[in-house]
Nanobody, 122 residues
Framework: VQLQAFGGGLVRTGDSLRLSCAVS????????VGWFRQSPGKEREFVAF????????YKEDSVKGRFTISRDNAQNTVDLQMNSLKPEDTAVYSC????????????????WGQGTKVTVSS
C-alpha cells in the first residue's frame, strides 16, 4: 500500500493551494482517507477526512469553511482544496487511509504516506 501526498509549496496569506493524495495497493473505493498536518514543535493534528461513502468531516475551529476534501475513485486520489490560507496553516501535510471510516486521531489510520510541506507567508 502506498500513499503519496503532493501539491505543497510556498504561498502568501489569502492564497489557495490544492493538495492531492494518490493511493495505490488497496481497493480505494472501500477506504477512507484523512489529512493531518504537523507544524514544527507541535503535535500532529487532524485536518479532514472523507469516508468510503463520501461523508466528510473537518477540524472545526480552524479549517472548516476554508478547506474542502474530495475524492475521485476513478483516479484513486483524494484532494484537499485549501482557500484563504493563513500563516498558521504552515505545516507538513500528510494523508492516511483506513478501511471504510476515518477518524480524527492518528491511531484511526493504518496506512500513511509521506508529507508535503505547505508554507504560508504573511
Amino acid at each position: 500500500v502506498q500513499l503519496q501526498a503532493f501539491g505543497g509549496g510556498l504561498v502568501r496569506t489569502g492564497d489557495s493551494l490544492r493538495l492531492s493524495c494518490a493511493v495505490s495497493g488497496l481497493t480505494f473505493g472501500d477506504y477512507a482517507v484523512g489529512w493531518f498536518r504537523q507544524s514544527p514543535g507541535k503535535e500532529r493534528e487532524f485536518v479532514a477526512f472523507i469516508n468510503w461513502n463520501h461523508d466528510v468531516a473537518y477540524k472545526e475551529d480552524s479549517v472548516k469553511g476554508r478547506f474542502t476534501i474530495s475524492r475521485d475513485n476513478a483516479q484513486n486520489t483524494v484532494d484537499l482544496q485549501m482557500n484563504s490560507l493563513k500563516p498558521e496553516d504552515t505545516a507538513v501535510y500528510s494523508c492516511a487511509s483506513e478501511k471504510y471510516f476515518g477518524g480524527t486521531s492518528s491511531a484511526d489510520y493504518k496506512y500513511w504516506g509521506q508529507g508535503t510541506k505547505v508554507t504560508v507567508s504573511s
